[in-house]
């Protein structure tokens, strides 16, 4: 049996970019992702090692930059498994420096970027690195081409992808760096990051070597995503090099429409639908074993993508129907979900939502009850352990088609909840849980708004109208003359209401007349409708609490079925 040869060694920058190696990014990597936080500190660290001196550059101590891990053979083609982001930067760096120095220098420099072509031989242009198909040329033109990397300022970043968004940020820094240093020290910089800048390069011609190699660094600490491993995983199964390609794309489509850190956790919250339990302690291991269990292709095209609509449409309130009513409705359930200090509910939602994506009136009766449960959970205060449960249950239920609708079901709230929940809606519920209190109220104002209520506010208080404290020589005292009564209503819903400011303790304690006008409203109007029931009445006694209080549980049980 042939053994496959894993290669290491310590090159300079003169070596690594020479015709000795041609650098490519395979499909399934991840995109461009340094910004200027790692560029800056790369060229930071660089000058301060160069120093301030004139001492001759071969006397300077070498400097070491990292490793980098390749698949490459016998020939100079070079596929990078883990380095893309020093190499990439590095190679703005040079095209930045070459732009700062004269003419003759700047043409000693090109050779490190590019090697130019001969007509005469009619041989082409050989770069020396070499991005993914969507930055490939977007790097050759404005970065390895001479002149090239003066336009980038020019460029709108609403027609960039994140990846040349970076790459133009990380050129400007370089550009604007450069510029602040002396003529001499801008040469010394590129002669010492060619000559004495090394990198430990670890080589195998074999692909499943090269994966074990970049698996075991990448899982024992160093800087890429689960969803960078996860996607070296999955797409280096795909025998095809087209087909690699292919998928890769999709793959990348998706990370681009969520964005890198929603993409994450999207692999989250699928090992959580497979594995039932929000807590699953390995993702990596959850997705790979469930890869085992199915076609790589498959698993992209029936799982990801479906998945990845789903949370694109539940996280932008961007379900589309034919029925605009019933669609409203729906992205109107996606907006209070959000809303909930857990996103428990979010792996369910996205399950039900991938297998019934063109059943409005399913997903509408659906989401109705999951807004349901999701509430009623956060008002009894449910702990992390026993609510991540009740999710897993659920998962189950919709991955087994089960009725979702039966009482024992864990998306519907038990009799005993119910109960539960009312006493706890007629209690003290401010007291008790303020997170819940506040979500209660702004239900219950876009119930009394019939809907057209909107939170997209940046500072929602909840204000107590009889004062938690109030100032003697009030008519709160008249109205509330004992502590056991104010203690009684204080708290209650129906002695609360909702502002669109910091709340402000002083005048809390206004008296009720002064609290409307100068402090339930703004320029003589209340953004909320359940602020506004309280501007009509003249006087705030126990039994207007009483009343109000009533109506709104009332509109409660409505909203959430509570009997």
């Known amino acids: 049996m042939s053994t496959v040869k894993i290669h290491g060694a310590e090159y300079s920058i003169s070596k690594i970019f020479s015709d000795d190696f041609v650098f490519s990014i395979p499909a399934y990597q991840r995109p461009y992702a340094w910004g200027t936080k790692q560029a800056g500190e790369l060229l930071e660290d660089l000058l301060e090692f160069l120093g301030e001196g004139s001492q001759p550059i071969e006397n300077i101590n070498p400097y070491f930059l990292g490793s980098v891990v390749l698949i490459k053979g016998d020939t100079a083609d070079a596929q990078i498994i883990d380095g893309q982001q020093r190499l990439t930067t590095l190679t703005i760096l040079l095209a930045a420096l070459r732009e700062s120095l004269s003419s003759e220098q700047a043409k000693d420099l090109n050779i490190f970027i ?24 977007f790097l050759k033109k404005y970065i390895q081409h001479e002149g090239g990397i003066n336009k980038i300022k020019e460029l709108n970043d609403a027609n960039l992808i994140d990846s040349q968004k970076r790459i ?88 681009e429409d969520l964005g890198r850190s929603e993409f994450e956790d999207l692999l989250s919250y699928t090992t959580t639908i497979y594995k039932k339990n929000r807590k699953a302690k390995n993702i990596l291991e959850g997705l790979r074993q469930q890869i085992k269990e199915q076609d790589v292709c498959k698993f992209i095209d029936e799982t990801l993508i479906p998945f990845s609509d789903s949370l694109y449409y539940i996280k932008n309130y961007a379900y589309v129907n034919n029925d605009k009513e019933v669609e409203k409705k729906i992205n109107n359930y996606f907006k209070w979900l959000s809303r909930i200090d857990n996103s428990d509910w979010l792996p369910s ?57 039966d009482v024992n079901c864990p998306l519907q709230l038990k009799q005993k909840e119910q109960k539960e929940i009312l006493d706890i809606l007629d209690g003290n519920i401010y007291q008790q849980n303020k997170k819940a209190c506040k979500y209660v109220l702004q239900r219950l104002d876009s119930a009394l708004a019939e809907g057209i209520a909107s939170y997209d506010l940046s500072n929602i208080t909840v204000e107590h109208i009889l004062p938690q404290n109030p100032a ?45 006008e100068q402090y339930f409203t703004k320029t003589g109007v209340s953004t909320f409708a359940i602020t506004v029931q309280v501007l009509k009445e003249n006087v705030w006694t126990p039994q207007i609490i009483e009343k109000r209080q009533k109506e709104l549980i009332n509109t409660l049980k409505i909203i959430w079925r509570l009997e």
Do not use: M
Not at 478 to 506: A, T
């Open 114 to 137: 590019y090697q130019e072509g001969n007509k005469i031989k009619r041989t082409p242009d050989i770069y020396r690195l070499s991005l993914r198909d969507k930055d490939k040329d």
């Open 472 to 516: 003697a020589k009030t008519n709160w005292l008249s109205w509330f003359p004992n502590q056991k009564q104010r203690d009684k209503y204080v708290h209650r819903l129906g002695n609360l209401v909702l502002l669109s400011r910091k709340k402000n303790n002083q005048a809390g304690n206004f008296d009720f007349q002064d609290k409307k």
């Open 168 to 255: 133009k940020e990380n050129a400007i820094l370089f550009l604007d760096s450069i510029e602040k240093i002396s003529e001499e020290r801008r040469l010394r910089l590129a002669q010492f990051i060619v000559n004495k800048c090394f990198l430990v390069v670890v080589s195998t011609p074999d692909l499943d070597s090269a994966y074990r190699i970049f698996s075991v660094l990448n899982d024992r600490g160093l800087n890429l995503t689960n969803a960078d491993i996860f996607k070296a995983d999955v797409i280096g199964q795909i025998p095809e090099l087209d087909e690699q390609q292919r998928y890769s794309k999709k793959w990348e489509d998706i990370e």
């Open 349 to 405: 939602a996205i399950l039900y939502l991938s297998r019934y994506p063109d059943k409005p009136d399913l997903l509408l009766r659906f989401f109705s009850d999951l807004e349901r449960l999701a509430a009623g959970l956060l008002i009894q205060q449910i702990s992390d352990k026993d609510r991540g449960i009740r999710y897993g249950q659920l998962l189950s239920y919709i991955e087994e088609e089960k009725d979702i609708y």
